[in-house]
């Protein structure tokens, strides 16, 4: 028996936008994809109940965006809300959204999301794009929206925040250095490594429209140093970062296949199948730096709960902020960098661009295109935080004959906090590094070299190069090497 077209979840409109020139704030983007996705999906606007506006990490934005949005939009009546930040949230939103459609919850809801850091940057040269979204940033005159989505506590650890190793491009170059050295691979064979895979993400951003960069990129345009590709953190190129400096927004129109049919559109609906949300414990607590079990599980959830393995999946976004996010989530689903397929759908958030956490909405959107124009199944991944936070979501050009299905996630979260490692704050003694990177500055030279190194009683402890041993490390990986640890935060130079 088909399911009741009333509690079928469908994605039936997708938007995007992109500003190169003008100046423009992050109401402005997400409203001209709102608006996209309204003419992608004519005559739904009214079924829309609820607005959820994707957290703003990268721009400034007031305290109530979505209610901005529905009120230049039209949109009366509707419940406004913006989520907790991560790259995972657009994901984690589709999945609910979906949920309560197939529960008869909810009629249809719109999902966006925006970024306007370059215009935030050209108004204000010296902003910190790192900050602008923080709360005390923003205006205090209008009530703010109603916060909702994955907690962001749990993200960094004590440990961490004490040795101030809390920005993303220097920890997950750690977990990088990890792949590096089980490969048995110097820094700088594995930076072609990199390259190589990343290469065919440019491929894949200079077809599409909406890409900041739409260059193609060879190996070696990413992988070799030079004046403008410099080094930031062992392995890592400015090429392998993801690139924030971008004016971007997306939406999607999430509603019932009986809505989409009544208003002609149901050649138009893309299905989501199921979806799942997990979290990995804190980057200095994970027994395998090289490894995410969050994304193991929920993946294999997801496969589960569709009836389908990887094999007959036709597409994939896979989350890549940064190359060893790529690889993990490639790797725990059994999926090869060369695989015919491909890993993005939309060119990676180097490429592409990364604004914030609402890249994943354009990975989505991207997928409903391919679906459309293809048919049979696309996998998207989200990723919020130090590879921390994972949405997985599975949809269809067809609709499931069992509907949408919500994965069985018994149990998994509290399993994998309690395999979580001691992490110390202090210590004193010899440890081994687990993983480490080499920090550079601007001009090349060294500005720290942060490690995770395990203790002889197998406790862990995140510590920072001495300042006197720092010129020693530039090129090197850490990886294995005793060191003499010392002290609250932690600092270590090499064991002799």
Not at 78 to 103: D, F, Y
Not at 157 to 177: D, K
Not at 484 to 492: F, I, Q, R
């Amino acid at each position: 028996m088909n399911p009741d077209p009333t509690r079928v979840p469908v994605v039936v409109g997708v938007g995007q936008s992109i500003e190169r020139e003008q100046r423009v704030d992050v109401v402005d983007l997400a409203e001209r994809a709102a608006r996209a996705a309204f003419d992608d999906a004519p005559g739904l606007e009214h079924r829309v109940e609820r607005l959820s506006m994707v957290a703003v990490s990268f721009s400034k934005v007031g305290r109530a965006p979505a209610s901005r949005l529905a009120e230049r939009l039209g949109l009366q009546g509707v419940s406004c809300e913006v989520t907790t930040p991560g790259g995972n949230t657009p994901q984690w939103l589709v999945h609910r959204a979906a949920s309560e459609i197939a529960a008869g919850r909810l009629g249809g809801t719109l999902i966006c999301g925006a970024e306007a850091t370059r215009s935030m940057r050209l108004s204000d040269p010296d902003a910190d794009f790192l900050s602008a979204g923080r709360p005390e940033t923003r205006s205090e005159d209008e009530t703010p929206d109603v916060v909702v989505g994955p907690s962001v506590r749990g993200m960094l650890g004590p440990a961490e925040i004490q040795a101030q190793l809390i920005r993303p491009a220097e920890i997950y170059p750690i977990f990088e250095s990890v792949l590096a050295a089980r490969a048995g691979q110097t820094l700088s064979a594995w930076r072609d490594h990199l390259g190589g895979f990343l290469s065919r993400f440019t491929e894949v951003a200079a077809q599409n429209p909406h890409a900041w960069f739409r260059e193609r990129l060879s190996p070696e345009d990413i992988a070799r140093p030079s004046a403008s590709n410099r080094l930031t953190a062992e392995p890592y190129t400015k090429r392998m970062n993801s690139f924030a400096h971008v004016d971007q927004g997306a939406a999607l129109l999430v509603t019932s296949q009986a809505h989409a049919r009544a208003a002609g559109l149901e050649d138009r609906c893309v299905f989501p199948r199921t979806g799942a949300t997990l979290s990995d414990v804190t980057p200095a607590a994970r027994p395998d730096l090289g490894a995410s079990p969050a994304i193991r599980a929920a993946a294999r959830a997801v496969f589960e709960g569709a009836g389908v393995d990887v094999d007959e999946v036709g597409s994939f976004d896979l989350y890549s902020c940064f190359p060893v996010a790529v690889e993990i989530g490639a790797a725990e689903i059994g999926l090869a960098l060369d695989d015919a397929r491909g890993l993005t759908r939309t060119g990676g958030l180097p490429f592409f661009g990364g604004p914030g956490n609402d890249y994943t909405t354009h990975a989505i959107a991207a997928s409903v295109l391919w679906l459309r124009e293809h048919g049979g199944l696309a996998y998207v991944s989200g990723n919020g935080g130090l590879l921390s936070k994972h949405s997985i979501g599975l949809y269809g050009a067809e609709p499931a004959p069992e509907g949408y299905v919500s994965a069985d996630l018994s149990g998994v979260q509290e399993r994998i906090t309690a395999a979580g490692i001691e992490v110390l704050e202090e210590a004193s003694g010899v440890a081994t590094v687990v993983g480490g990177t080499v920090v550079y500055g601007r001009e090349g030279e060294v500005r720290s070299a942060p490690v995770i190194a395990r203790l002889p009683d197998g406790r862990r402890v995140v510590a920072n190069a001495s300042e006197e041993v720092l010129p020693d490390l530039a090129g090197r990986s850490l990886v294995g090497e005793r060191i003499l640890v010392d002290g609250k935060p932690p600092s270590y130079r090499p064991a002799r």
